[in-house]
């Protein structure tokens, strides 16, 4: 199975500010990568898929790149609704289908 | 739009299976698979298994094979059975559709709380 890494596990910031969250996987998985965003008590809901597209309709500020091993999910300016956690998913190899362990989202 | 909606029991005793249905609404069943996954209260998720419309599936194999997923498409629902739980069943579980063209759940149920408990 393909492991997922997401660092940092939690992360607070000042609304506006730029904030990375980084997702390595155990082996090469191409492009083949999804990032969601979960709200407290909610479902998660897809953001981008295929390292770095952003699914119609989710706001511009909201980013992903990276291809291999290494991916990154940036948020350019965070605001309070952003709060959440992350997590991204690969879909190389399967199955199974591998999610990371999370990066929770807080404002300072 | 397509909705789905989870249904069954919150409370299961150990050994006893867990059964859960998810409705499908606003739209048709067909091209797409359908999934189960679920998560721990306060952890990560885990994907339990899809079925495609046709009637093809695959399941996480560290659920060592207690796990069965159906689809009824003229009810537009599908189905989770989990054999022989313990504690460690306990779980949101949601029910997703997966898109294979993006590979990505692009629709997902609000999620049903099942503990396992006697």
């Known amino acids: 199975d393909i492991q997922m890494t997401q660092s940092p596990s939690s992360l607070s910031a000042s609304v506006g500010d730029r904030v990375t969250i980084t997702c390595q996987a155990s082996?090469?998985?191409?492009?083949?990568l999804s990032w969601y965003q979960q709200k407290a008590g909610k479902a998660p809901k897809l953001l981008i898929y295929?390292?770095?597209n952003l699914k119609t309709g989710v706001p511009s500020r909201f980013s992903g790149s990276g291809s291999g091993t290494h991916f990154s999910f940036t948020i350019s300016r965070l605001q309070p609704e952003d709060i959440g956690t992350y997590f991204c998913?690969?879909?190389?190899?399967?199955?199974?289908?591998?999610f990371g362990g999370g990066t929770k989202v807080e404002i300072k | 739009q397509v909705q789905l909606q989870e249904s069954g029991p919150g409370l299961v005793k150990p050994s006893e299976t867990l059964s859960l249905t998810c409705t499908v609404s606003?739209?048709?069943?067909?091209?797409?698979?359908w999934s189960w996954i679920r998560q721990p209260p306060g952890k990560g998720l885990q994907w339990i298994g899809y079925?495609?419309?046709?009637?093809?599936?695959d399941y996480n194999s560290s659920l060592k094979g207690r796990v069965t997923i159906s689809l009824d498409t003229s009810k537009n629902q599908f189905s989770l059975r989990l054999n022989s739980v313990t504690a460690a069943d306990t779980a949101v579980y949601y029910c997703?559709?997966?898109?294979?063209?993006?590979?990505?759940?692009?629709?997902w149920g609000q999620g049903t709380m099942v503990t396992v408990s006697s």
């Open positions: 997703a559709r997966y898109d294979w063209s993006i590979g990505s759940f692009d629709i």
């Open positions: 606003g739209g048709s069943m067909s091209g797409f698979y």
């Open positions: 079925m495609y419309y046709s009637g093809s599936s």
């Open positions: 082996q090469d998985i191409g492009k083949y």
């Open positions: 295929d390292a770095s």
């Open positions: 998913q690969q879909y190389d190899s399967l199955p199974p289908l591998t």
